[in-house]
């Protein structure tokens, strides 16, 4: 199983609301990462995690918080975002942090913020 | 922030002809990698050439690296109407970490 799986495939919610990107891997890769991408632009890296631990934070805003529970699992938590924040959000996996490692993505969650 | 710059930002080509596209990066890198892109969707990795490498094959793909020039080319060969999708370089920092940081990427289009 080479496959990154994310759900869901599209979500549109308010400035008030709470909600969820997830994210699953079951090729044993031990480091997985958040993009952001914005239309007609290459993704931007939000957050990795190795080994389950957070290990980069591109200055995201905290509106945005990462949760890995486990080595499969992947969330990310949303809360009060705002209308520029809608984006195609890519999740990616890779064996480790070795800068050697090709990254496997997935479909992406399009995120409408109204 | 963008390191790597594509040129062209948009190409249109026929079926059977060979389509290239560039990259240049700014600092120091372990590697660099082309990944594709369909309409909005997941990025698929293409190939990944070191930094010590200067050509690399995979199938219709050719990649050259010249560090000297801090630049790269992606040629794809013989072009079918399903290669037509974004492509993107992404040059892996020296540092150990595996932190990609995308080209602007080269908007391909193959007509049958």
């Known amino acids: 199983d080479t496959e990154v799986t994310q759900t869901p495939k599209h979500l549109v919610m308010g400035m008030t609301n709470k909600k969820s990107l997830k994210c699953e891997q079951h090729?044993?890769?031990?480091?997985m990462y958040w993009y952001k991408q914005k239309a007609k632009k290459p993704p931007e890296l939000m957050f990795v995690?190795?080994?389950?631990?957070?290990?980069i934070n591109e200055s995201v805003p905290s509106r945005f918080s990462p949760e890995c529970p486990n080595s499969s699992l992947l969330n990310l938590h949303l809360h009060a975002l705002q209308p520029e924040d809608s984006a195609l959000y890519l999740c990616a996996s890779s064996q480790d942090l070795s800068p050697y490692n090709e990254q496997f993505f997935g479909p992406g969650t399009r995120l409408t913020v109204l | 922030s963008q390191q790597g710059e594509e040129d062209p930002q948009a190409l249109s080509i026929q079926e059977g002809e060979n389509a290239t596209m560039n990259c240049s990066y700014k600092?120091?890198?372990?590697?660099l990698q082309w990944y594709r892109q369909n309409s909005g969707r997941g990025l698929v990795h293409l190939i990944l050439?070191?930094?010590?490498?200067r050509e690399k094959h995979s199938g219709r793909l050719r990649v050259t690296l010249d560090t000297s020039k801090k630049s790269s080319s992606l040629l794809i060969t013989a072009s079918r109407a399903a290669d037509t999708a974004s492509y993107f370089c992404a040059t892996g920092f020296s540092g150990g970490y595996n932190k990609l940081i995308f080209g602007a990427g080269t908007r391909l289009a193959v007509h049958p």
């Open positions: 600092t120091s890198i372990n590697n």
């Open positions: 090729m044993g890769h031990r480091a």
């Open positions: 995690y190795s080994y389950e631990k957070l290990s």
């Open positions: 050439i070191r930094s010590n490498e």
